[in-house]
């Protein structure tokens, strides 16, 4: 095999196919004192298959085996032992992990390590062509469906979303903005347990691709909500990854210039190879999923200076790619004349018009134009900030039955505070406010 620098942005470590058949291996592990990969064969006959990884530079473990060791579709994880082993009391001197690079697992038992061997996209075969990218760098003008796949079908995954695809594209939208896709810990995918795992109930990486494809077809941009600020705080893949975890600071990936969010432990941004990894989710995204945009949440839990060399990267090696921002509180310095993104994600509209129908808003004829029309930051490069006047995610997700949220805000659909779905004037206020944020859109 081939050592790799973690550091190299090409999307290498982890477990690739090799074109002589086979997989390489290449693990960021510095406190391993060995480690090796198991392979389980799809066949159940077979035996496992054992790669015995060496340490090279850069605290990076490598190895390789042949095409009858391994192949696609068999289940590998990795199996370590530590110089620094935090997690004996619990798991003992031999510890097993799940690859951090790994693109899919079978298993939603995020106690097994057992992962996927995929060639990551090499063998799919696209109907749709890879540039350019629909946004072309911008959102001016995009009519964004916000997707949440666990929630958009009966079936809750991304086949039967892709089936769906044409009634988003008839309502007369744009571009999909779709929520978390990789492993999550909760509800909605914001508290991620990898970054570039498939989340397995949702289906295979060839479905996400088979999905984007789709789309692309039916002119459907695709931007994917990426988490890079924080992982879940349960069942983290990630934590303790190998063995060092000293005054339960989670490791390798956590432990040095993080901190808290109120959703969990910040990532090791002071780390490169975390930098790297970090990079990587969104490298995944565009070059093996061709998605047209990436949208970073809670970007402000991120230090500024990792942000701007995300999108410088992602300027460089993908040209045309939308990038947006979700900011609290808004801040036009995000955009393209400050820290490089294309938009930013506005809360504020939704709440002044929540106000509004509360007879709260004294201002409200001042403030409709700002509440309506996509606003634009020539100072700022020309970037805009999204609208999502009758409420996103953010406002709708209602895990209170009906209840106030921490900061005493209601969360409900936007038709549920004017009167519901049966009553017809709420209906048609519903209507009338949905017309006036598409007519913003174009104004």
């Known amino acids: 095999a081939i050592l790799l620098s973690v550091a190299n942005g090409t999307l290498q470590m982890g477990a690739c196919k090799l074109d ?4 390489s291996f290449h693990v960021w592990a510095p406190h391993a004192s060995s480690l090796k990969v198991e392979v389980k064969k799809t066949a159940a006959t077979s035996p496992h298959s054992v790669v015995i990884l060496t340490e090279g530079e850069e605290n990076v473990w490598y190895g390789a085996c042949s095409e009858s060791e391994a192949q696609l579709g068999d289940d590998y994880r990795m199996v370590l032992e530590s110089k620094h082993n935090s997690c004996f009391d619990q798991e003992g001197a031999v510890l097993y992990r799940r690859d951090p690079y790994s693109r899919f697992s079978k298993s939603e038992d995020f106690t097994e390590a057992w992962c996927v061997l995929t060639d990551n996209g090499k063998a799919f075969k696209w109907s749709t062509p890879a540039a350019p990218r629909l946004l072309k760098n911008s959102l001016r003008g995009a009519s964004i ?47 991620p347990r990898t970054c570039l795992a498939i989340h397995s109930p949702y289906g295979t990486p060839d479905d996400l691709r088979a999905f984007v494809d789709k789309a692309h077809s039916l002119g459907l941009a695709v931007m994917v909500d990426i988490v890079l600020n924080h992982g879940s705080s349960r069942l983290n893949c990630l934590w303790n990854w190998d ?57 402000h839990n991120m230090p500024d200076w990792l942000v701007i060399n995300i999108n410088k990267m992602i300027r460089a090696e993908f040209p045309g790619t939308s990038i947006t921002a979700e900011v609290v509180p808004e801040d036009p310095s995000y955009l393209l004349g400050g820290k490089g993104f294309d938009a930013v994600w506005l809360h504020e509209p939704t709440f002044n018009l929540i106000d509004r129908m509360a007879g709260q808003a004294d201002t409200f004829t001042a ?70 944020a598409a007519a913003g859109v174009v104004s």
């Open 367 to 436: 403030q409709l134009r700002s509440m309506i029309r996509q606003r634009y930051f020539p100072e700022n490069g020309a970037g805009c900030g999204i609208n999502a006047l009758l409420g996103s995610h953010d406002q709708v997700g209602c895990r209170k039955n009906g209840g106030k949220g921490g900061d005493g805000r209601l969360r409900r659909y936007f038709i549920d505070r004017v009167g519901g779905k049966g009553d017809w004037n709420a209906r048609a206020k519903t209507r009338m406010w949905w017309s006036a």
């Open 145 to 191: 469906y916000e997707m949440h796949i666990g929630t958009f079908t009966p079936e809750k995954n991304i086949k039967a979303a892709t089936e769906k695809l044409h009634h988003v594209a008839s309502m007369g939208f744009t571009c999909i903005e779709v929520m978390p896709l990789t492993e999550y810990g909760g509800a909605w995918g914001y508290n």
């Open 243 to 299: 063995g060092y975890g000293p005054d339960n600071n989670g490791g390798i990936y956590f432990d040095k210039g993080g901190g808290d969010t109120p959703w969990g432990k910040k990532f090791a941004f002071d780390r490169r190879e975390v930098q790297e990894y970090l990079m990587d989710s969104c490298r995944m995204f565009l070059e093996e999923f061709r998605c047209d945009g990436l949208r970073f949440d809670s970007a």
């Open 20 to 23: 002589t058949g086979g997989f």
